[in-house]
């Protein structure tokens, strides 16, 4: 789908603006205090590398569960793609591009200013499962207390956190108190409700692939599965004080329940701040509180096991398994029936395949219960007015319970006991962070300094404690009752120890050229079992930006403001702590590998950025871009399956990032508009395989541990991508003509052809913030264009023959291939399944979307009642329309959170479209 119509709508607006902006005075310099690494404020314009921000406020406009979702379409440089899981699940994020192909490729989040640990769910490789999940500890955060986000995509500009800063980060400036003299309370309630966004087409004329005279249900329609879901989120906070003690207080809640029955996620947050200012205001201390609770249940977001929709999509009699409105069955009897001999109800499912979906969403459960408290103190002294001491203590400690609830007569395939499987875990990961820091800002003449001289300590402990086994009694889901012939106990530690030196300085001339540079040093120490490592590693980073429009003779009402940037950096990424795959797995086997996402050992990352940032029209037009390159080396990963050997590999990734910003009215409307693109290109340079002895050789190839049958496979390949699809294809001739066999079909190529890769070529998104006395219209636009994606799900739906192009084609009297017409049933037959040609559910990934609505009315109650400020009410939704999509899934949906999977649909769960409205009071 071509972009020109939106591109020239933007530039049309800026130019039916330019004669009021020709008319404004001139302004010298553009400016904005942006928030850098360590939590710094710094001059935009004085650094070398881009950084976005996004305002607090727009990121409670359309409040979802999380709230990373409204980042879409506001960034450059980040590709976002939110968990299929559902309502609250996890958004995944990768900042230009992915750099390890088995490590850890997750950004950095950080809270006002220190790195913030997160427990993921280790990266899925199979289509089998994906239950029990559960979303990043991010999800959980109130977005309400979020005063500013930074967007740092490039690792320069994240240097000063070494080790853990090649993937960028996401730095996150919570609320503090204000000195308003007398208190200011926000009260604020959003509801929305969720339906289905994206859905394959089903038939209901045939009965699967029955003949025509045994007809299918009209009234059969797999979509009455989905309940309508909701979320409510309620918040109340106070900020009051003087110039010098401020607080800040807030609680929140929130309540979600997914398409599914039995599918929830439920969030409370607490928040507390307090800021005092002494001695003469030279002294501050910062203190902090926070805590958050989540309960999830049922979080699923694709696969075999334990995947209701599945039966649902396949099985048409499945929906008389349910009751009906009074409660009553309508069709065969439900999914349990008492048994006697056993003396209590069994799963009733009359089909060998998969089970009952309403066993599974009933019977088969996954609990999580997450507690995280952070308490923080940070005291700073001002020596002198441009030189500063301060010390920062931070204490984080994230605890994890997880319990699987299954019943007797589950299916034998998923557990070991006739009576009922029973599970728990317990993940607790705490960590100590402390620095020390000097921070200078002085100027002498015409040169102007900014240095900070520091060093940190971070400490982490990760303990992982795992108890499952089948029953004694049935169903009595406790640790007492599991049988210890069939008990499975883990019990594993991790221990790690970074400490660090740091430094950074920054000398400006005339304010027209400013010399950037960075130094971390590191040792680190890491312990698990009976082994442990140390390493250090020195991470570097130089920049410069030069201002032309310094000059007078440059600068014009035209050409406000312009900045030259360049820098270099050398950058790190280590290991992450993970949960494991589920709450259990068949062959039971954890490691060190289970429960991490990457190596103890660093992979580096050397990066150069160049870029140009122009403000045109004082300012009120601005243009940035940036070109990009970054080389990761030794990437080191143990090959499974038959294999022991490391490999190494070395993965680059170039791109262009732009953003097109507009602050203009609209006579009196005031318009705001932003305008990102986003382009990355990945590919592996080098792969080798590292023998016992040390030799490296050149490998060709190698087909990722994934398993998605013989229909398709993921392959690495030296010249190509991370996330290349390979599949099964037809057998061509030299001239490109298909090869038909003796039996009148085409014939199947045995090798594994090149489908594509699951990432977009480029993005572009597009926000819009329209006010004009008191109502306000914003939107934003997503596109991602380019990408290819697999639908395995279209593969099962065909060769079951509940899709709608089984139907067609039956109608249609078969299916023609090159010149000949074959019957449907035989042409799916030999096409479709897991077992299938995979070209024919290859499908382009471009997609474009409103992503986001928001209309409303600030009512200026302070004018009738002194004790309310405002009353503003909206209307909300996002994913409310989907403008341009060729897939039978949505392509920006993800079922893992990690390295693989990626443009894969297996039974994915549908994404989202939110409708409903929000109420916010300030008093």
């Excluded at 001999?341 to 599974?360: G, R």
Aim: hydrophobic fraction near 35%; include cysteine; charged fraction near 15%.
């Amino acid at each position: 789908m071509k972009t020109s119509g939106l591109m020239l709508l933007f530039y049309a607006g800026a130019f039916l603006s330019a004669n009021s902006l020709f008319a404004q005075e001139t302004q010298v310099a553009h400016t904005d205090t942006v928030t850098t690494a360590l939590g710094r404020a710094q001059d935009l314009r004085t650094l070398p590398f881009q950084i976005q921000k996004i305002e607090g406020n727009e990121l409670t406009q359309v409040k979802d569960a999380n709230f990373l979702h409204s980042l879409i379409g506001r960034t450059t440089g980040a590709t976002l793609n939110p968990s299929s899981a559902g309502t609250g699940a996890g958004v995944r994020v990768r900042m230009r591009g992915t750099r390890s192909i088995w490590g850890n490729n997750n950004v950095l989040y950080v809270i006002d200013g220190i790195p913030f640990p997160q427990l993921s769910t280790n990266t899925l490789s199979a289509i089998y499962t994906g239950y029990g999940l559960t979303a990043d500890a991010i999800a959980s955060l109130n977005a309400e207390d979020i005063e500013d986000v930074s967007i740092l995509s490039g690792p320069s500009a994240v240097a000063l956190y070494g080790s853990d800063a090649a993937n960028g980060a996401i730095l996150i400036t919570t609320k503090k108190g204000k000195a308003t003299h007398r208190p200011a309370i926000h009260v604020s309630q959003s509801t929305t409700f969720s339906k289905p966004f994206v859905m394959p087409e089903f038939q209901n004329q045939y009965y699967q692939w029955n003949t025509a005279s045994d007809t299918g249900d009209p009234t059969w329609n797999p979509s009455d599965f989905y309940r309508t879901g909701h979320t409510i989120q309620n918040h109340v906070s106070l900020s009051a004080g003087t110039d010098i003690n401020q607080s800040y207080f807030s609680a929140a809640t929130q309540h979600a329940t997914g398409l599914i029955e039995n599918n929830l996620s439920n969030h409370y947050n607490l928040t507390f701040r307090n800021s005092t200012h002494l001695l003469n205001n030279k002294l501050h201390i910062d203190f902090g509180l926070m805590y958050m609770r989540t309960k999830e249940q049922n979080m699923l977001s694709h696969g075999d096991d334990f995947n209701p929709i599945i039966p649902v999509y396949l099985y048409p009699e499945c929906l008389n398994f349910r009751p009906n409105q009074y409660g009553q069955i309508t069709g065969v009897p439900w999914y349990e029936r008492y048994d006697p001999d056993k003396d209590y109800y069994a799963q009733y499912w009359p089909y060998s395949e998969w089970q009952n979906p309403y066993w599974i969403i009933n019977r088969n459960t996954f609990l999580n219960k997450k507690d995280r408290f952070l308490g923080n103190i940070g005291i700073s002294y001002d020596i002198t007015p441009w030189l500063s001491a301060s010390a920062r203590v931070r204490y984080d400690k994230d605890v994890i319970k997880q319990a699987q609830e299954l019943y007797a007569s589950t299916s034998a395939y998923l557990i070991n006991s006739e009576n009922g499987l029973y599970g728990e875990n317990k993940a607790d990961l705490h960590q100590l962070y402390s620095d020390l820091s000097l921070d200078l800002h002085h100027r002498i003449g015409a040169f102007s300094f900014n240095a900070l001289l520091g060093g940190s300590i971070q400490k982490r402990q990760y303990d992982f404690d795992l108890l499952n086994g089948g029953l004694i009694q049935p169903n009595g889901f406790s640790a007492d009752n599991i049988d210890d012939a069939l008990k499975n106990s883990v019990s594993e530690s991790f221990e790690d120890k970074r400490k660090s030196l740091f430094a950074s300085l920054q000398i400006g001339f005339k304010d027209m050229l400013y010399v950037y540079a960075t130094g971390r040093k590191e040792w680190n120490d890491f312990k698990y079992r009976t082994f442990y490592s140390e390493t250090d590693g020195f991470y570097p980073s130089v920049g410069i930006a030069f201002i032309p429009t310094a000059f007078s003779a440059i600068r014009s009402d035209i050409l406000s403001f312009t900045k030259l940037r360049f820098d270099y950096s050398e950058t790190g990424a280590t290991h992450q702590y993970a949960l494991i795959e589920g709450l259990w797995q068949k062959n039971q086997n954890f490691d060190y590998e289970a429960l991490t996402q990457g190596k103890s050992p660093v992979e580096t990352t050397k990066s150069y950025e160049a870029g140009i940032d122009l403000g045109m029209f004082q300012n009120r037009l601005n243009l940035s871009l940036t070109l990009y390159t970054s080389t990761t080396h030794s990437v080191a990963l143990t090959q499974q399956a038959n294999y022991n050997q490391l490999m190494n590999a070395t993965i680059e990734n170039r791109g262009v990032e732009m953003s097109l910003q507009l602050k203009q009215p609209l006579g009196p409307v005031e318009w705001n508009s932003n305008l990102t693109y986003t382009l990355n290109k990945n590919k592996i340079k080098d792969f080798t395989n590292i023998s016992s002895d040390g030799t490296e050789t050149d490998i060709p190839s190698f087909e990722m541990i994934t398993s998605y049958h013989p229909i398709a496979q993921e392959k690495l390949v030296k010249g190509g991508s991370i996330g290349d699809i390979y599949v099964r294809a037809f057998r061509t001739d030299s001239k490109g003509n298909l090869v038909i066999g003796s039996d009148g079909l085409p014939e199947k190529n045995n090798e594994y052809t090149y489908a594509g890769n699951a990432a977009p070529k480029y993005q572009i998104g597009w926000s819009n913030d329209f006010n004009w006395k008191g109502i306000a219209l914003s939107f934003v636009l997503q596109g991602n264009f380019g990408g290819k994606g697999l639908s395995l799900t279209q593969a099962m739906m065909d060769q079951y023959g509940v899709s709608k192009a089984t139907a067609d084609a039956r109608n249609n009297g078969g299916v023609w291939v090159g010149q000949q017409l074959i019957p449907a049933k035989q042409y799916y037959n030999y096409v479709t399944g897991l077992e299938g040609v995979g070209a024919a559910y290859i499908y382009d990934a471009t997609n474009v979307r409103l992503a986001e609505l928001s209309v409303g009315y600030t009512i200026p109650m302070h004018r009738w009642v002194n004790w309310i400020q405002s009353i503003k009410v909206s209307f909300v939704g996002r994913n409310l329309c989907m403008i341009y999509n060729k897939a039978p899934f949505d392509p920006m949906s993800t079922a893992s959170m990690g390295n693989f999977m990626q443009g894969i649909d297996y039974f994915n769960l549908p994404s989202l479209r939110n409708l409903g409205f929000s109420v916010s009071m300030d008093f």
